[in-house]
């Protein structure tokens, strides 16, 4: 079969090629792939630092060629979504049961292939806040990938989202996408009022930032660095005195707290095929220019996600 496999003497550090087809363990399902997507993490680390000659990809949407052997998962034929540690860039991907969902028949396979890990992400660190319903989120890095569904799924649980942006220019989407308010800056992370809640996406001052805007018993959950900057506290953020008690950081990493995705999978399929959930495709193309959209995604040119159909 045909796949990207990892090459640091090709540009973007991939190459298209031939590779032998993959062979499904038991509770596996073989999956025709028709569409991937990119994630910040595979375009600055798993990609550059990873194993020359492998098949990267954590994203991809398809239809099952082969059903797991175990009885497990969907019969073939069944368009599906899934996630895994690798293997995605492919023609054919093998992957566990418990990682994939199903996606509605006739659902573009491009616009669902963007939701693992980022939607994944998003839904499972908005859930570590608890109940959001009628109280106040703040979602950093929320022009982003992750930023544009956490945005979009903490409005869908009633929250009062506040969106923080570098860039004042994606107010008018963010506000679209669900954002109660949009602030940018240092200047605009200190204006707000306090929240029960943040989704982190940037890290470096931003999360110090944020962390100063929780409210008692507030969590922010530190789930991406896109800044690739480290955090400083100055003496005092941490004091738990004059009504900032009870305050918790938490971190998430959704690769090694997986289990069970393949339902929240078929749930955000269901919502992107009804037209609750907007994928915010920025940028789609053949699989061909794999290379093209690493490079677009990490010079921060890709307004939300960018996705890759297998031709
Ligand atoms: N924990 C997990 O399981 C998990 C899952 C997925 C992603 N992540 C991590 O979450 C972060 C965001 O992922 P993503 O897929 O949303 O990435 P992305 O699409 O590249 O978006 C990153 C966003 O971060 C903001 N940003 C602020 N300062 C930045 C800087 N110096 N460099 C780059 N971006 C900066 C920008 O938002 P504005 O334009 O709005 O300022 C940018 O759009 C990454 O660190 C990623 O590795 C973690």
């Known amino acids: 079969m045909r796949a990207l496999t990892i090459d640091h003497s090709a540009s973007g550090h991939l190459a298209l090629g031939e590779v032998p087809e993959p062979q499904p363990a038991a509770h596996q399902a073989l999956v025709r792939v028709h569409s991937f997507s990119l994630n910040h993490g595979e375009a600055a680390h798993a990609i550059p630092g990873g194993e020359a000659g492998t098949v990267p990809g954590w994203d991809a949407a398809g239809v099952v060629l082969r059903a797991a052997a175990d009885g497990s998962g969907p019969a073939a034929g069944t368009p599906v979504v899934t996630l895994g540690a690798n293997g ?44 959001i319903l009628g109280r106040r989120v703040l979602v ?44 940018t800056g240092p200047e605009g992370l200190a204006s707000i009022e306090p929240v029960h809640g943040v989704i982190e996406l940037v890290g470096g001052s931003e999360l110090v930032a944020a962390y100063d805007t929780l409210a008692p018993h507030g969590t922010l959950v530190a789930m991406g660095h896109a800044s690739g900057a480290g955090e400083h506290f100055e003496f005092g953020t941490l004091f738990g005195n004059e009504g900032r008690h009870n305050r918790t950081i938490a971190t998430y990493f959704l690769l090694d707290d997986a289990a069970g995705i393949g339902t929240d999978l078929s749930w955000l399929a269901s919502l992107v095929a009804r037209g609750e959930l907007d994928p915010q495709v920025g940028w789609r193309g053949d699989w061909s220019r794999a290379a093209e959209a690493t490079e677009a995604l990490i010079a921060r040119r890709v307004r939300g996600k960018a996705v890759l159909d297998v031709s």
Do not use: N, Y
């Not at 573009?108 to 806040?129: E, I, K, Y």
């Not at 569904?149 to 009633?158: E, I, N, S, T, W």
């Open 88 to 131: 995605a860039w492919a023609e054919l991907r093998a992957v566990d049961t418990d990682w994939i969902g199903a996606v509605p028949e006739g659902t573009d396979l491009g616009a669902v292939s963007a939701l693992p890990v980022a939607a994944g992400s998003a839904l499972r660190g908005l859930r570590r806040l608890g109940p």
């Open 140 to 183: 950093t890095g929320a022009g982003g990938g992750v930023g544009r569904f956490a945005v979009q799924l903490a409005a869908r649980g009633g929250a009062h989202v506040i969106a923080a942006t570098s860039d004042p220019s994606k107010a008018d989407v963010l506000r679209a996408l669900g954002a109660d308010e949009v602030v």
